[in-house]
Every structure is written in structure tokens, then in C-alpha cells.
């Protein structure tokens, strides 16, 4: 409880910027007294809504920036006008100077992992980066990566990752050796792509003290909660993401529309209201919100730019976790007892 | 309604065989009287079980075969062992020979491609086959292809697929100019790896007669319906497909859940229960039953393998709409419409 946990945000990031990072920030603090914030952003805008978040009363620092990272801006386009000034970077960097144990940012992707690449440096033997998110199971949660930080892959990514998701699961659920599966098209041995069978045969050999490897995993194991971690490349892992969001969406829709129908849906609806309102909160993608950036020497978070407050929370409760059980120890330690055949 | 459509049906494939393809052929002739079938198969088995089927009096002829391809079979292994007698093989031999219109079989996927791809050839161009199914969306439904017949894919293949999936996209909507979407993981140009920026720049170029090009779509666009036609290569369109039922079902457990916790909540289901029987039939996943099989000389239709027979007739259907309304001849016409340089 007494150990304090410094947190850097890119306060001008995401859809609404301020008006989500600070009550975001005041609801996680809620949480986890122990937090401490340093907020980069205009200095105007962020000091009344500060003063006006009583959960947030001496627990923040703000860093007037004057250049804010857009939505839509590509990547290497941001880094050259907001290197070394936006907001996005100076949270960034605050975690490399040693000033914050976390950063988060609810801005353009692309931006963040090319900022985070530049001025934190991927973790010695990794040559890429990955995202990696808590998939919402029938179980609890997995941890599912890469869910876009790079496009295409080779068995020693696959098997890094493995280790990495391995190393975050740990910290998440509590587990000394969380089970592990790679995302294929079927179980069986000699079904996908050279770089999954690959991986499987290198995770097979090496036996790993960190992880038990489970085996290939299918689409459908993904919301079953089968295993702890799943790995798969960026392209597959993020359109198998955002498809699970779509189908969470459309099944909303016919519910909605189902139990609008007839007058007798509608006063079971009144009856269920309760019932409804937990599956709602089940299924409310804020509460798994914030990628965590796997790979570099430092953690960064990244917030769903059209979270609104609660989400931004959850990215910063993740920050906060990952700080607090040290992330960036467990994982050097798990990928220092990978042999390097196993591990490029 | 008097242009007969034949159908030639593996009556050994899929996890329960006969006893779900005889009952689904009856439901599927009961839609479309003038279909008749000739079934593969254990004659034994098959003869009492057609018998018992009243609405398929005098629609079936029965061909006793004595080989059946075991659903964990690998494709070689089946082809070797099936080749010219098994009654997968049958089934598909039947419409080379010109006897069925279409076959139908819930056997074993890879090896019903197999076969399908040495006993009906490719159509010329096309050097390979896709597997599209027809998915679910809040604005009714969408082809999508390929969700599993080959892994990795390039810029050409993906041209050929989104013609193909316009083709049949075609015939199940009646649309003359389907909109078509490539898979990505943003929907901006520079996003995705080089066969999808190739492929979307092809399209927009070739600018077909037979497609409207609209660009990339995401995971998210499949639940929505935002085109007609989505084209992915068959890896992540398998794990997006698997993804999709995943969630599904994740969310019926926890519908089911929320709906058994309180007594006000089981109350308020009883009103409900008629939305909720809507909803399971919108959700059920063999109302969208039946993998089409596009590039080959003759129509081939996958039915699941632990479909019931409801599942099985939604196949039937399929393959009936596609044969009477001449998905090879469409298909060839949009391929011969294509310019050389869209399509190699």
C-alpha cells in the first residue's frame, strides 16, 4: 500500500482528451491511493479540471505542452512534428528518465509505438514490439497478443511473444506458469503456416520454466478462456479482436430489438432489468480496456481513444499493476532463462 | 419451379452421417420440390432411413459406396485411401460427370478440397480455390471468403476472391453491382501488409463491372454489414470466423447466466421467453450453414460437421440457390470481364 506508483499520461490523447484523462485519473486514484500522476497537456485546460477532482488532490503534477499528437496523424508524420515536445512523447519519455513507472495514452496508435520505439528502445534479443490485451472469457480473462503492433511474423517473434504474455499473465492472474497456446486454424499438428508450426515445435522443445505450453488454440478457444495467454501475429490478432467487439455489438442489437418487440418483452424486460444491466456491464468493453506495449524498456499503456472515463481508468489500473509486480524484471527474467535457440 | 435441380449428396460425411443427412435433405426438398437427390453411401444404413422420409418419395437414388473418409483423416491419407470409391469422392465425381448440379458433404474440410481440387480442376485463371461462407449481420447477411481454404495469400488471389464472392454475392442478394471490402487491420491506405495495399489499389484501378470496390474494412465491419462482400485470406478469415462463434456462444453463456441469478430475473425471462426464442434463432449458427466452394469446375458445398440436420438442409439450400441460379456460368462471366492485369 505504502509503495507509491508514479503514472505519466498523455493528457491531450484520444477522442476527448482532458475531459476523460482527468476523470479518468481521479477514478482509478479512487483505487489505488498509492498513484501519483504526472499530466502532460495544456497547462489552461488541465489546471481547473484538476482542482475541480477532489480524488486527485495532491497527487498531480501537470507539464505544460504546447503540441498534441492527432487521431489521424501517421506515424512517422507525428514523430517528426511532436518528437521531444508533444504530449505523447513527454509522457513517453518521463518513463525512460526514471520520473514515472508507467505511462499511458489513450492517442493514435501508430504514433505511440513509434514514440515508445525511439525513446524507450525494444528490450535486448526482441526485434519487435507487441500489443497486448485481456480478452474477456466465460473463465475470467486471457491475455491475447499481438493485436497490431506489427504485420507478419516468424516462429522467433511467436515464441518471444509467448514468453512476454507469459511474463504479463503471470503479474495479471497470479500464476507461476500460465498455460500458453498459438492461434491456428485447427489443433493438429500440421495444420497452419510455417512460422505457427515452427513456434509450436520451438515451445514444444524448449519447455520453458515460465510458461506451459498448451498446444494450437482456434478462434473459438479465444472466448472459451481455454488457455491463459494466446499468441498470434498482429494482422490475424487485431482483426480477431475487433471482430469478437463487432459480434459483442450486434448480438447488443438484436437483444435490444428482441426485447422491444412485444408488450410481453417488455414487462419481462422491466422484471430482468437487473439481469440486464449485469450482462451489459459484462460485456462493456471498458472494463478490459488498455493494451499493454510488450518489448520495450519501459511500460506504456495504450487507452482506447473512444474510451470514455471508466475506460481510461482500466488503462490506468492496468499501468498501475504492471508498475507495481514489475513487469519489466518478470519479463527480463523469463526471457534470460529462454535458451537461445528457442529465443533470436 | 419446374427446372429440376440434382443434388449429390456424401451421406457418410460429417460427425453423425446419415442419420442427419437423410432428415436434412427432407427438409430442404420440402422447400424446394422440384430438388432430387443421389446419396453415397451405405446402402444398409441409407434404405430405411430414406423410406422413413416421406417428403423425399421418389426424389432419391442411392449409390452404395463402402469407403468413408474419417473426419480426422488427413487429406492425403483420405485421398489415397478414398480416390474413386469413398463416397465423398462420389458425391463430387457425380457433378464432373454431369449427373448432380452440386454436392453436398459435412465430411472432413481438407479433404473434401483435396478431392474436390483433383476431380473438378480450378477454373482457368483461378489458380486457387476459397471457401466463403455467408455471415450473419445486423443488415441481414454478407458473403465472406476465404475462411479456410489455404493459408497466405497475394494481391492477385485477393482480386480473384472479391470477383468470385461478387459473383456469388450476386445470386444470394440479386444484386447487379455488390459492394466489395478488403479485411485490414485500419482502414486507412497505408495500413495492412503489401498483398492487401496491392490488391485494394488493383480494384480501385480496374474499377470491375461486377463489383463496387469500397475500400478496407475491419474486424468490426463484419457485424455490421457495411459491404456486401468481405475478402480476407483463409487463415485470418478462419480465425475470424471461429472468433465470431466463440463470442457468440460466450455471450449466450452469459445471457443464460444473468437470466438464472435472481427470482425477479427468471420471472422477467418468462415474459420473455418468445424475444428469446428470437434472438436463439437469430444466433443460431446453422440458420448461415454451408462453406461455398469457389474456383472449381462445379459447385461443392461444405456443410459443418457437427450440424443438425436443420443445419445440413441450410447447406442443401445453399447449394440449390447456387445451382439454379448458375453460380458457374456468373462466375465466369465476371472472370472474363476482369482485365488481365487485375487478375493473373
Known sequence: ??????????????DHGPSTVVPGAGLARERHPETTFLMFGDEAVLTPLVAAEPRLKGAVEIRHTTVAVAMDEKPSQAVRAGRGKSSMWKAIQAVRDGEADAAVSAGNTGALMAMSKICLKTMSH??????????????GESVVLDVGATIGTDANHLVDMAVMGAAMARIV????RPTVGLLNVGTEEMKGNEAVKEAARMLREADLPGLAYHGFVEGTDLGRGTVD???TEGFTGNIALKTAEGTAKQIAAYL????????MAKIGYLFARGAFRALREKMNPSRAN????????????????????????SAIDIAHDM??????????ERLDATPAQASA
Open 126 to 139: 526482441i526485434e519487435r514490439p507487441a500489443i497486448a490485451c485481456l480478452w474477456p472469457t466465460v473463465r
Open 229 to 231: 495467454v494466446v499468441v
Open 173 to 176: 492472474f497470479d500464476l507461476d
Open 1 to 14: 500500500m505504502s509503495q507509491r506508483v508514479r503514472i505519466s499520461l498523455d493528457a491531450m490523447g484520444g
Open 290 to 313: 488498455g493494451g499493454v506495449f510488450l518489448g520495450l524498456e519501459g511500460i506504456v499503456i495504450k487507452s482506447h481513444g473512444a474510451a470514455d472515463a471508466e475506460g481510461f481508468a
Open 256 to 263: 435490444k430489438g428482441a426485447m422491444g418487440r412485444t408488450l
Open 323 to 332: 508498475a507495481r509486480h514489475d513487469l519489466m524484471r518478470t519479463i527480463r
